[in-house]
């Protein structure tokens, strides 16, 4: 008999969890270490496994100040942290990492009403220090996500510290319940709360490419996309998915590109194609500074320690 | 049969247009799609690239019938599901002139995964194993004009678990389709064995034909010809249900081999009780001796030096749908490259390839169209909590018919010097069967299965060679310094994705250091890619798993080719070319 309460259907594969919820199915892999498909009313919405970001690409005052050069380990990390381990939990039962043939035991009809599972990230500092991404499916399908960096003596200050989602076409837009314009910590000032609508993925257009786009202090975005990768799909109606905060406001950016290409160019027009989305979620995001870009740092306040820890939190509605 | 078919998709069983092959069921808003191809490049189903783990991953949990309990027999799991896309092919055709009056089959080289099959509105049949030919007898049905063929392809069942292949997953009547009119009497099955003498002078010859049921009153007359056309074999028999010429010796007899493919031609004429002839098969064979002499494979009295690569069948516009041009193609890179040989990587190829491999010499290595590892070996672990086939007796008889279609189609290939059990697919008693199978009906051949090293309870009764994958040099040493029982080929090695072809200096100094390393087969031949339009510069592009939101995946795991998938040679080519010129003969 359907319970209905319960209407999470649990999948034990082999290699992956999947959890197919109300108009929604997730499925969390255990080679690709993460979530590896994000799918709300049959749309896909990753195109690769959201991981832990480090590195933001170099200001001209980072460049002044030689901050990349003091962090670089963390350009090394954004690119090659992996995960070390997952650990599931299902209506409050730990479950560990079931694969087979523990699983043997399961069914195509497995049913819950929560289930979490959290991916521990090890990162390829010296010395090394862990994230942990926890995703929680809650009952109506929407996804709860908490990142836990673990504070590690003797690294090197963080220029960010978020999770990126890799989407697999570029968004017609996005739309944010928080500040006006590209706010940093020590910018935010001047802009004025509010709900604002941004067409397509703009590029701060910043004589030589690096970090932009930041918005400080939301409470919510929602990206807009109408087309996908789906061979089979001929549906252009847009579709959105939302980021919207659980106890504290986040940050994010929304831009066509990872840090590494931005890092890459040295002129705008040296930037590829755009391709994909890609969705920043910032719980720290270090200053911009701005006393001389030839030796000034940020300022201490916004700078941002590696060697204590730092938790944030959001959710994923579809 | 090529060409225009109705056609209609349907993203599950339960949706699918029930009653489509009737001859009056109202079709006219059926699309048209082309045969052979496959419905996902048709862009009707999803287009998804997976390696070990089954398909369904993250979707659907599934054990394999009975390999937990002999209770779960598993009723439903495909034709109940709400993610196993059906298509629904039909044609009108009528029969042409010279076909009329006879009896009349249909052939299906290649079909993906299993298909249903109705002749103007009467059931013929149903089959599994999509890379192999099934013939269906539609004479009781056949109308001279105005017939109708439906064919209901579903892209999963049973057979899923048994065709877990690293490759793009894809559905559909993918090879050609074709009529066949056979004249009262037919030759159904020729059998050539062609041995060599241990002196390696003189060649035997013996012919074993399979004729239609009570055949008509007639001849069946076998000529056998050098290339100079001068004749070494002639005999005639009255037509019966079997027939059998030889033996014949051929003195002198000219060996196939790699550098000097030599065939002799063999034709049947066959006549009915008048003298009019029905009929008329050409066969061009070979005599070769293939053996083991003290542990180490010879042919023709010569170490084996296999310089082989793993090929998958692959176009980038077409998928695994590959031309004749193709072929020529591959041939061509062989050649110029020093490949002497090649594994069908991981199931039958298409007919022809055989024969051009014959008369190319290029050494094969016929694999079985088999292939679990998603049931034992998860995310890189041996786990074979459950898997298939195993020692599962309700799994044996599918199995055994892969290895049986393997054999009976390509028995008389000279080329053929393998016959592989298929892809890791673990070991277990019926595999043990398998091996046991190709041993009783060819003893001019060798068995070949690496899955037995992950199961060497079997060693002693699966694979007449130790066959590893991207095993070290180190490995090997260690294995052939230890009083080996078997000789050593790598099934697979220089994995070469992306840029990674290096050190085969490595492996190539085996071959002077023990007799009984022979070589083996890059992994492989050609990246699978596919072209697509860029949705950004309206260009041709590569694209590959995960590029059309198909999930769970493995990504660029498939381009690990010494081509690019559109046939252009990567930069690694000439070290191969170099280090295979070295052995190759």
């Not at chain 1, 963390?74 to 381990?85: E, R, T």
């Not at chain 1, 701060?204 to 202090?217: D, I, K, S, V």
């Not at chain 2, 006219?28 to 070990?52: A, C, K, M, R, W």
């Amino acid at each position: 008999m359907a319970n209905t309460t319960t209407n999470l259907r649990v999948i034990f594969g082999d290699g992956t969890l999947g959890v197919a919820g109300p108009a929604c199915h997730y499925i969390f892999s255990y080679e690709r270490g993460g979530l590896e498909s994000l799918v709300q009313h049959g749309k896909e919405w990753l195109y690769r496994t959201p991981m832990p970001t480090f590195w933001r690409a170099t200001t001209d005052n980072d460049r002044g100040n030689g901050f990349s050069q003091d962090s670089a380990m963390w350009l090394g990390a954004d690119l090659f942290s992996h995960c070390v381990a997952v650990a599931i939990n299902v209506d409050d039962q730990d479950l560990g990492w079931p694969i087979a043939p523990e699983t043997n035991r399961f069914s195509n009809h497995e049913w819950a009403e929560k289930v979490q599972i959290a991916f521990t990230y090890q990162t390829t500092t010296v010395p090394k220090t862990n994230v942990t991404v926890t995703y929680q499916v809650f009952n109506d399908g929407h996804l709860g996500v908490t990142v836990h960096y673990d504070g590690q003596p003797g690294l090197p200050e963080l220029p960010a510290l978020g999770l990126r989602f890799i989407m697999p076409t570029p968004a017609v837009g996005f739309d944010y319940t928080g500040l006006s314009g590209e706010t940093y910590p020590d910018r935010m000032a001047g802009a004025v709360a509010g709900t604002y609508h941004v067409v397509g993925l703009p590029v701060t257009p910043y004589l030589r490419p690096q970090e932009n786009g930041m918005h400080m202090a939301t409470e919510a975005v929602t990206v807009t996309r109408h087309t996908t990768l789906n061979n089979t799909d001929v549906d252009a109606t847009d579709f959105s998915l939302s980021v919207v905060q659980t106890t504290a406001p986040f940050a994010f950016s929304c831009l066509p590109y990872t840090a590494e290409q931005l890092e890459a160019a040295d002129h705008i027009e040296e930037l590829p194609a755009v391709r994909r989305t890609v969705l920043g979620v910032y719980g720290a995001v270090r200053g911009v500074g701005g006393i001389d870009s030839w030796g000034a740092d940020v300022e201490p306040a916004y700078h941002i320690s590696a060697e204590v820890d730092h938790e944030f939190s959001f959710e994923i509605r579809g | 049969m090529d060409g225009d078919w109705q056609f209609q998709y349907a993203k599950n069983p339960a949706e699918r247009p029930v009653g489509f092959f009737e001859p009056d069921y109202d079709r006219d808003h059926f699309f048209t799609i082309q045969v052979p191809g496959h419905i996902e490049l048709e862009n009707f189903s999803q287009i998804h690239y997976i390696n070990t783990l089954y398909p369904w991953e993250g979707k659907v949990y599934r054990r394999p019938a009975y390999v937990l309990s002999d209770a779960d027999t598993g009723a439903g799991m495909f034709s109940a599901a709400d993610n196993n896309c059906v298509g629904a092919y039909a044609k009108r055709f009528d029969l042409e002139e010279p076909l009329r009056n006879n009896r009349v089959t249909v052939q299906f080289d290649g079909v993906e995964q299993a298909m249903y099959l109705w002749l103007n509105g009467h059931f013929v049949g149903y089959a599994e194993d999509s890379f192999s030919q099934s013939e269906f007898d539609l004479t009781p049905y056949i109308q001279d004009t105005d017939n109708v063929i439906a064919v209901e392809v579903f892209k999963q069942s049973t057979a899923a678990f048994l065709e877990d292949q690293d490759m793009f997953r894809f559905s559909g009547i993918f090879r050609s389709v074709r009529l066949t009119a056979q004249p009262e009497i037919h030759v159904n099955d020729l059998a050539i064995h062609s041995t060599v003498t241990a002196d390696l002078t003189t060649g035997h010859l013996a012919v074993t034909l399979q004729l239609n049921d009570h055949p008509a009153a007639g001849t069946v007359s076998l000529t056998v010809t050098d290339d100079q056309g001068e004749m070494v074999a002639e005999a005639s028999e009255k037509a019966t249900e079997q027939v059998h010429f030889g033996d014949f010796e051929v003195a002198n007899v000219r060996l196939w081999c790699h550098s000097d493919p030599y065939r002799y031609h063999l034709q049947l004429t066959v006549r009915d009780a008048d003298g009019a002839v029905l009929e008329v098969v050409p066969y061009d064979f070979g005599f070769r001796r293939f053996e083991l002499v003290d542990k180490v494979m010879m042919l023709n009295g010569q170490r084996l030096i296999l310089n082989g690569v793993n090929r998958h069948e692959w176009n980038p516009d077409r998928g695994r749908a590959i031309t004749q041009a193709d072929m020529v193609a591959d041939l061509q890179v062989f050649k110029e490259n020093n490949i002497n040989a090649v594994r069908t990587c991981h199931y039958p190829d298409q007919i022809p390839w055989y024969t051009m491999c014959d008369e190319a010499g290029i050494y094969m290595m016929a694999e079985t169209n088999l292939e679990t590892h998603g049931s034992w070996q998860k995310m890189g672990a041996v786990e074979p909590s459950y898997n298939v086939p195993g020692s599962v007796s309700q799994w044996r008889d599918a199995v055994l018919d892969r290895a049986k279609n393997n054999y009976e189609v390509f028995k008389n290939h000279p080329s053929i010097l393998f016959w592989s059990l298929g892809n890791e697919s673990y070991a277990g008693e019926v595999l043990a069967e398998m091996n046991a199978y190709y041993k009783r009906v060819d003893s001019t051949r060798l068995t070949h299965y690496e899955g037995v090293y992950r199961n060497r309870a079997y060693a002693d009764r699966i694979s007449d060679v130790e066959s590893r994958m991207y095993e070290t040099p180190e490995n090997i040493k260690a294995y052939l310094d230890d009083h080996p029982e078997k000789p050593f080929l790598n099934c697979e090695y220089m994995h070469d994705m992306g840029n990674s072809l290096g050190g085969m200096a490595s492996y190539v100094n085996l071959i002077n250091q023990y007799p009984m390393y022979q070589g083996g087969f890059i992994w492989d031949y050609i990246d699978q890619a596919l072209y697509v339009t860029d949705e950004v510069t309206g260009n041709r592009v590569l694209r590959y798993g995960g590029d059309f939101d198909d999930r769970h995946s493995d990504y660029d795991f498939s381009g690990d080719g010494l081509m690019f998938a559109n046939r252009q040679p990567k930069p690694a080519m000439q070290e191969v070319r170099y280090y295979y010129g070295q052995y190759n003969n």
